[in-house]
């Protein structure tokens, strides 16, 4: 399975705009870049996920560099409740079967 | 609540002692997952079952776990003779699997193992 490599914590102010690094140099043609985050005492929740163009949903944006080897994920104005472990996932198209979670990012946020 | 629910919350156990844990998914999901996750790591997979098939198993899952489905809907993972490195949170999720179009996991709370 394709490895993800994320900084282990970043910092951010309150209502300022995030983005969140991740490498994926192996990452193959049909793999799928997912972002899933785990706030406290809870289970993961899933963010984004992405091919190879760019998406928005109501939570974030998905930035995939264009030879997929590298994404961002983009939150346009934390807020307190944003403070989390966000994982990047790889997961092969057609299986769909299983997520491999890495270490993940660690985001503070400050008020 | 409809989401995927899971008992206990927390357990905690004597090495040697058996536990077992429940998830009760999402009602109209036919896939469920097992993961287990550490201190500051990130969920490990452990199994996953479609409808009551045990489709594929983590090396992670020694012959000590077991897990099962026996209806299609919830499911129980059991830990014979517990060790103190089994200690974990053992978090269940349940995805829709239809082709291959996407299916978003959706987890649960987890239960957290404390074995002494």
């Known amino acids: 399975d394709a490895k993800t490599t994320q900084p282990n914590s970043m910092e951010s102010n309150e209502e300022e705009p995030v983005h969140l690094p991740c490498n994926h140099s192996?990452?193959?043609?049909?793999?799928?870049i997912h972002w899933y985050r785990q706030l406290p005492s809870q289970g993961p929740e899933y963010v984004i996920h992405?091919?190879?163009s760019n998406v928005n949903n109501r939570m974030a944006s998905l930035a995939i560099a264009e030879d997929r080897k590298s994404s961002t994920l983009i939150l346009h104005r934390a807020t307190l409740r944003d403070a989390a472990v966000y994982y990047c996932?790889?997961?092969?198209?057609?299986?769909?079967?299983?997520?491999?979670f890495g270490s993940g990012t660690k985001l503070n946020v400050k008020p | 609540d409809t989401g995927v629910s899971q008992n206990p919350r927390h357990k905690i156990t004597k090495r040697g002692q058996n536990v077992t844990f429940r998830c009760d998914p999402i009602?109209?999901?036919?896939?469920l997952y097992w993961y287990r996750q550490t201190l500051g790591q990130g969920p490990e997979f452990l199994t996953y079952?479609?409808?009551?098939?045990?489709?594929?198993k983590s090396r992670l899952l020694s012959d000590r776990f077991s897990a099962e489905r026996p209806k299609g809907s919830f499911s129980t993972l059991e830990i014979q003779r517990t060790e103190q490195g089994d200690s974990a949170m053992y978090l269940c999720?349940?995805?829709?699997?239809?082709?291959?179009?996407?299916?978003?996991?959706?987890f649960g709370p987890g239960t957290r193992l404390t074995v002494l």
């Open positions: 996932i790889l997961r092969d198209g057609p299986n769909f079967n299983k997520f491999y």
């Open positions: 992405g091919l190879t």
């Open positions: 192996t990452i193959s043609g049909t793999d799928y």
């Open positions: 079952f479609q409808n009551e098939a045990q489709l594929e």
């Open positions: 009602s109209e999901h036919n896939r």
């Open positions: 999720a349940s995805s829709f699997f239809a082709g291959g179009t996407y299916n978003e996991q959706f």
